[in-house]
């Protein structure tokens, strides 16, 4: 199954590139046992120690365990999705990811995930996310726990396998950066008013606005994040903007906002508004913020 390790390269390097090879492309399973120690040694043709250092590498990475005993040896392991994120994690954390990069991820991904959600969300879905929002604002750390909740449970209401992983994994960083930040209860309370929001256009069952109020959270929580850190915040406005009057399922406009009854910028002259579903909400294009002269 494996070739003679190239000494010109790392050596422990290529063995690992080889089973972990086998493993992803699904010649073996998990579960199933690598060939014993000498075989894999003739196999490689390495020493000993080369050998285990690879393999050692291979069980951190999440790949294998190694089982001791007679019936012991080196066996795929079932893929843990925690370890595989907290993997990553720290590949990230040394690659120092900014406030802007993981803010333009989350717009990217994440007003997706709400406008799903908005088609699919029900009775028991409603009644778990209003538990997660909660209503008294606590500490800094379990304020974070409850964000997140929020964000994780709408992309599992997508059905996506990979699309919880990514939003696990995006969440886990950023609850690393609000960490270091040490934000406030200001910070926290603004975000527990744009859960309720989205939560509100999610049970009108509106994709648009779902999305609308998603991208603004996030837009909002990555700019108060890059002003806490003194870095530079991400602005939407750097992808195009594309707006159809006619149509709001294609609005990606990155202006919009989902604002309450009475808001002046439902009543500005010609602003384009619609109501979320039978809510006090509205949900206004971005020209009626550009004609305000709001930026």
């Known amino acids: 199954m494996f070739q003679t390790a190239n000494k ?23 579960g199933d046992k690598l060939a014993s120690e000498r075989e894999l040694l003739a196999q490689f043709g390495v020493s000993k120690a080369t050998l285990r250092e690879a393999l050692r590498v291979l069980e951190v990475m999440g790949l294998i365990e190694m089982r001791k005993g007679t019936s012991g040896g080196a066996f795929v392991a079932e893929v843990d999705m925690r370890a595989a994120i907290h993997t990553l994690i720290t590949f990230l954390h040394l690659q120092k990811v900014s406030v802007k990069e993981i803010t333009m991820l989350r717009y990217l991904i994440e007003p997706t995930v709400a406008q799903i959600a908005a088609t699919k969300i029900t009775e028991k879905d409603i009644s778990k996310l209003k538990k997660i929002i909660g209503r008294a604002v606590t500490s800094g750390a379990q304020e974070v726990t409850k964000e997140i909740g929020f964000h994780r449970y709408l992309a599992r209401m997508a059905g996506n396998t990979l699309l ?12 690393g950066l609000k960490s270091q930040l040490n934000l406030g209860q200001d910070f926290y309370r603004e975000v527990r008013k744009s859960h309720r929001l989205i939560l509100e256009c999610l049970i009108q069952k509106d994709p648009v606005a779902s999305r609308v109020a998603m991208a603004n959270d996030i837009v909002a929580v990555g700019q108060y994040m890059a002003l806490a850190g003194k870095t530079e915040p991400f602005d939407p406005l750097e992808f195009p903007r594309i707006r159809n009057r006619n149509n709001w399922q294609v609005l990606l406009n990155p202006r ?7 808001d002046p910028l439902t009543k500005h002259k010609g602003a384009f508004v619609k109501r ?11 020209s009626a913020r550009e004609d305000a002269g709001l930026r």
């Open 256 to 262: 919009a906002q989902v604002v309450s009854e009475g």
């Open 276 to 286: 979320v579903g039978t809510s006090p909400l509205f949900l206004v294009s971005g």
């Open 8 to 30: 010109t390269d790392k050596v422990s390097d290529k063995i690992i590139d080889q089973i972990r090879y086998v493993i992803l492309s699904g010649q073996l399973n998990p």
């Open 164 to 175: 919880t992983v990514m939003v696990d994994f995006v969440d886990d960083v950023l609850g």
